[in-house]
């Protein structure tokens, strides 16, 4: 509670309920070269409060390539092979799982360089 003062000294109160909703700020680069030189080597979403997701690559074709969550990435593989994708720009779909956000899908497209 918050007591008010008036220029005239006149004593009011009042009270205010402050909800929080936390939002999820999601990072994803535009692009990644998986050549084995430890760097931008796979491709995977990181930002504050992000949990718990299902990440989905599809190729050009609408083909699925990869399915994963949290903890796993992709590296630039065919979907269950070791079969590289090849160069291109790939669709991608988030969808948020925690229950602490609204049902949430973030879709962007990521490049991956050979």
Known sequence: MV???NNDGCVD???Y????IEEVAIY???SFSPNGDGKNDFFEPIGVSLEDYEL????RWGEMIFIGGKGSFWNGSMANST???PEGVYVFRIDLKDDKFDKRVVTGRVTLIR
Request: hydrophobic letters at 45%; a positive charge.
């Open 13 to 15: 109160s009042i009270m």
């Open 17 to 20: 309920r402050v909800t929080v």
């Open 3 to 5: 007591l008010l003062h």
């Open 56 to 59: 989905s690559i599809w190729n």
């Open 28 to 30: 994803y680069p535009n």
């Open 83 to 85: 079969k590289p994708a």
